[in-house]
């Protein structure tokens, strides 16, 4: 499952071809706009298979959906779903912000805009340009990643022309070095333009621009991060007061050997409880990663950041890995068991030894393992939906999970300060005016966080972002903040205000960041790239092999 928030009233849920209750043009739908104020669902129409796909806002607001599986034969035939192969699909949907989603819809056309190459399991990060880069992948769909079907290399949208490429892909040795598990790396745009990777056991920063590769230190104890090995990861509020100095935390996992087959792995295998915490210096990276320990092992968890710049932990499975129907031992279909259904706090400004907190912290009914997400939402409270580790729609044991819960900070239930009125764009370096009511406590610190909700899926949160905005001026009923000063410390594109009193933060604002333009087009790399590839190339190439629809 894949969850965004695209306006103050709506979230777009992105799932994949099965026999889901909720249908649309006469078959089952993959995808449909929640209302966060009705709580009621609408379908939306998709044209390709788009489970294991990923996301990002684009620099204008563009929402870009890329990736997928190919047509599953045999069981959600396109004979019955009419879709099409997803691996090398890019949707497209427009800003879409009213409560009236009726003109909401997903553009899709792999004749006009596709990838160069199928990925599945692939990570898509908005750059400092406001562009996407699109990481790593599987060429076709299955489970632990090998190098016959590794797909070792970033490419772009729009495409670029950059290290010689005319808009293909580019190989980073860092993809292949990580074999087998891989998959959804995890990924953040950092401070100075590069991006953290991790997968499997190590981390690096790259430099696209450069085309360099700086690796960083193992992370301990033999615990690898992705999947199907999952954990999640967050990169940690960027504030002025330290010049947005990035610290990575990466939490969960398990130690499983990524090279032993199925049947030697049992959904009983315990996941990992660590968490291991770096600064992004040099200083950081020579001491490397600082390991803490969770109350509880998770392995596919979500964490969720928050207006305050703790951090969520939620969701995930004390044992086994992602996946369903691959080890010796599956409960029901799932390659996991032991769901983990209370949420922990971790306190990121406490001191090291302190930072996690479950007291009071509610324990759901509601296993929530492998498809299942989480995210911040504007009204600062958490949602969390999903949960099916199963081919189809499935009523066993871990079953297909429809419900959606909402976890409430304390925070939720006070007195709380309000933004008044619009502020459609902040500029970068600019100084804007906020309307705000504080409340009647009589605050004594007064602080203003940006944030991305992310693009939320198979425990990546990759746009997930917190930044501390500088007040110049505080009024009465007025702040003055000035935005984040270049698209390297905030990627340019959408973003939700927070004003926090005294740590009680506000409904959240959504805003423009930068000047709403578009991201550069190369128009000679998507030329070179519509001519040198064909869409649908694992389509093709099975229809080869395949006398007809009905067979693998």
């Not at 596709?114 to 990060?125: D, E």
């Not at 087998?180 to 745009?189: E, G």
């Not at 992602?322 to 996991?336: E, H, I, Q, T």
């Not at 959240?508 to 030329?527: H, I, N, Q, T």
């Amino acid at each position: 499952m894949q969850l965004v928030i695209i306006s103050p009233t709506h979230a777009l849920v992105v799932d994949k071809v099965e026999h889901n209750p909720l249908t649309i043009d006469g078959h089952p739908a993959w995808a449909a706009l929640y209302d966060l104020e009705t709580h009621t669902v609408k379908p939306l129409s998709m044209q390709s298979n788009s489970f294991c796909a990923s996301g990002t806002f684009l620099s204008n607001g563009t929402l870009i959906n890329a990736g997928g599986n190919p047509v599953v034969h045999g069981y959600t035939a396109a004979a019955d779903f009419g879709d099409l192969d997803g691996l090398q699909a890019i949707r497209i949907f427009e800003p879409c912000e009213g409560k009236d989603t009726d003109a909401c819809f997903m553009y899709e056309n792999h004749d006009r805009i596709r990838m160069a190459s199928p990925r599945w399991y692939n990570t898509v990060l908005r750059i400092f340009d406001g562009s996407a880069i699109i990481v790593g992948g599987s060429k076709k769909g299955g489970w632990i990643n090998n190098a016959t079907v590794n797909n070792p290399t970033v490419e772009y949208f729009p495409p670029k022309s950059i290290h010689g490429s005319k808009g293909m892909p580019i190989t980073l040795p860092f993809l292949i070095d990580t074999l087998n598990s891989n998959l959804f790396p995890i990924a953040f745009s950092l401070p100075d333009g590069r991006i953290f990777v991790a997968a499997n056991q190590d981390a690096m920063i790259y430099d696209w621009e450069k085309d360099q590769e700086r690796r960083l230190p193992r992370f301990p104890d033999g615990v690898r991060v992705t999947y199907p090995m999952t954990g999640t990861a967050v990169l940690l509020p960027l504030s002025y007061e330290n010049n947005y100095l990035p610290e990575i935390l990466v939490c969960g996992g398990s130690s499983i050997d990524d090279r032993q087959p199925g049947h030697s792995i049992s959904s009983q295998d315990v996941a990992s409880s660590h968490c291991f915490r770096m600064e992004l210096t040099e200083k950081g990276i020579a001491q490397g990663w600082q390991a803490e320990q969770m109350p509880q092992a998770r392995t596919m968890a979500d964490a969720v950041l928050l207006p305050t710049g703790d951090v969520v932990i939620v969701n995930g499975a004390g044992s086994g890995m992602s996946g369903y129907g691959n080890v010796w031992d599956p409960v029901g279909a799932s390659n996991a068991d032991n769901p983990v259904l209370t949420p922990v706090l971790y306190k990121t400004f406490a001191a090291y030894g302190q930072r996690f907190a479950s007291d009071g912290m509610p324990t759901s009914n509601i296993p929530r393992m492998y498809h299942s997400v989480a995210t911040l939402t504007p009204a600062g409270d958490i949602m969390i939906a999903g949960s099916n580790p199963n081919l189809d729609r499935s009523e066993e044991r871990y079953g297909t999970e429809y419900r959606v819960e909402w976890l409430a900070p304390p925070y939720m239930g006070l007195e709380r300060p309000s933004i008044l009125g619009q502020v459609n764009q902040i500029g970068f370096g600019e100084t804007v005016h906020v309307d705000v009511t504080l409340t009647s406590r009589g605050s004594k610190e007064i602080r203003v966080a940006l944030m991305d909700l992310g693009f939320v899926t198979h425990s990546v949160h990759a746009n997930s972002r917190h930044v501390w905005l500088e007040i110049m001026d505080i009024g009465s009923e007025t702040l003055s903040i000035k935005g984040p000063p270049n698209g390297k410390i905030y990627p340019p594109g959408p973003g939700w205000l927070y004003v926090l009193e005294d740590g009680i933060p506000s409904r959240g604002l959504k805003v423009m960041v930068g000047d709403g333009s578009g991201p550069p087009v190369d128009e000679e790399a998507l030329k070179h790239l519509l001519q040198d590839t064909d869409a649908d190339l694992y389509e093709k190439s099975k229809a080869k092999f395949r006398p007809n629809d009905n067979e693998e």
